[in-house]
C-alpha cells in the first residue's frame, strides 16, 4: 500500500524547487482578491452556478491563531495524491476519475436529536459563517502526510444552528451516493456509502471544520466537493468527503473503516505516534512532496494539538480507544 511505483506527476518525483513557496503563495493570493474585488468572480454566485470548469475564487481570512507556519504543500499535490475510494483506489484515481462529479446544486440534510430538522442548501448552511483559512496538516494513517491550506467554517458554529438536543451526544456524518457519477461505488472495496462519526464533544471542539475549498478556491472534486469535515488532531480517514447528511444521535456511529476492519481502524482514530497500527508503525510519516532524503519525519501526538484536545480524552486508555 506504501510502496508505489514511480511515475510521471508522482508527488514523490516532484523536486523541492517545484514546491510553492509561502511568498509565492501568498502574492497568488493577493492577486486572487484582487481578482475579486475587479468584479472577476465573487462567492456569491458561484455555488448557484453550473459547475464551473475551474475552480471559484473565495473570500475569506486566514486564521492565524489555528494556522500551522509551515509552507503548504503544492496545489499540485494536494489535488493530485488523493484518497477518495469513491473514485478508485489509486492515489491518482480520484483526479483522474472525478470529473464527470457534480457537487451543484448541493444540498445537506440535517437530522435526529435536533430542533431544526430539514434539508438545506450548502448556501444555507454556510451562510453567516465567514470564511477562514486554515493551514493544516493532514496525517494519513498510512503514515504520511501534507500541509494544506483549507478553507472552512468552524463545524460547531454550523451544528449549533440546528439547535442539538441534550440527547445528541455524536454527529453521524455521510457522503453522497451516486454510483452513476462515482465508479468506485460500483465496487464492495468499502460499504457505501461512506460514513463517519465523531463525539459531540469532538464536532464542538473549534479546530473541527467543514471545508468548503483550498489554497483559496472551492474545493477540486477530488478533495471532497463541495463539503467535507476536517478534523486535524485525527487521522486523514475522519475528513469525511462529499456530505450530505448530518445526524446528531444517542449512540455511537458506524464508521466505514471501522466496519470493514475494526481491530485496525477503531473510532476515535486520533493520530498517536505510539500505538502503531497492527501492520506498520505510525511513529513517523513520510511528508509529500520533499523528495526521498528528507521526507520521514516524527509524527506528533493528536498530530501537533495535545494541548488543545488532550483533555476530551482525559482518562480514557488510548491504546483501547484507537
Ligand atoms: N467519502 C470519502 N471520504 C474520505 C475518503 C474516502 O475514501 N471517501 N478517504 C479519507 C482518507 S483515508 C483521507 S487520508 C482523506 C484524504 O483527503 P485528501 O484527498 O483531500 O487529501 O480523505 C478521507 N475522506
Ligand atoms: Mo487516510
Not at 57 to 75: D, G, M, Q
Amino acid at each position: 500500500m506504501l510502496i508505489r511505483k514511480s511515475r510521471p506527476g508522482d508527488s514523490a518525483n516532484i523536486r523541492p524547487s517545484e514546491i510553492t513557496p509561502e511568498s509565492v503563495y501568498l502574492d497568488r493570493r493577493r492577486l486572487l482578491q484582487a481578482a475579486l474585488a475587479a468584479g472577476v468572480a465573487g462567492l456569491g454566485g458561484a455555488w448557484s452556478e453550473p459547475a464551473p470548469a475551474q475552480a471559484a475564487l473565495l473570500e475569506f481570512k486566514r486564521n492565524t491563531k489555528y494556522s500551522l507556519s509551515e509552507a503548504p504543500n503544492s496545489y499540485e499535490d494536494i489535488t493530485s495524491y488523493n484518497n477518495f475510494y469513491e473514485f478508485g483506489v489509486d492515489k491518482g484515481a480520484p483526479a483522474a476519475n472525478s470529473g464527470r462529479f457534480k457537487p451543484q446544486p448541493w444540498s445537506v440534510t440535517v437530522s435526529g436529536e435536533c430542533e431544526n430538522k430539514g434539508t438545506f442548501t450548502l448556501e444555507d448552511v454556510l451562510k453567516d459563517h465567514p470564511l477562514e483559512e486554515r493551514v493544516y496538516r493532514l496525517r494519513c494513517v498510512e503514515a504520511w502526510s501534507m500541509i494544506i491550506p483549507w478553507v472552512g467554517v468552524p463545524l460547531g458554529e454550523v451544528l449549533k444552528r440546528y439547535k442539538p438536543t441534550s440527547k445528541a451526544k455524536y454527529v453521524a456524518f455521510k457522503t453522497v451516493m451516486r454510483p452513476s457519477e462515482m465508479t468506485g461505488q460500483r465496487y464492495p472495496v468499502l460499504e457505501w456509502p461512506y460514513v463517519e462519526g465523531l463525539r459531540i464533544d469532538e464536532a464542538m471542539h473549534p479546530l473541527a471544520i467543514l471545508a468548503v475549498g483550498l489554497y483559496g478556491k472551492s474545493l477540486p472534486n477530488q478533495n471532497g466537493a463541495p463539503l467535507r469535515l476536517i478534523t486535524p488532531w485525527k487521522y486523514g480517514f475522519k475528513g469525511i468527503k462529499s456530505i450530505v447528511e448530518i445526524r446528531y444521535t444517542e449512540r455511537q456511529p458506524p464508521t466505514s473503516w471501522n466496519i470493514s476492519a475494526p481491530h485496525e481502524y477503531g473510532f476515535f482514530a486520533n493520530v498517536n505516534p505510539s500505538v502503531d497500527h497492527p501492520r506498520w508503525s505510525q511513529a513517523r510519516e513520510r511528508r509529500i512532496g520533499r523528495g526521498l532524503f528528507d521526507s520521514r519525519v516524527p509524527t506528533l501526538m493528536f498530530n501537533g494539538y495535545e494541548q488543545e484536545v488532550a483533555s476530551l480524552y482525559k482518562g480514557m486508555d488510548l491504546k483501547k480507544f484507537y
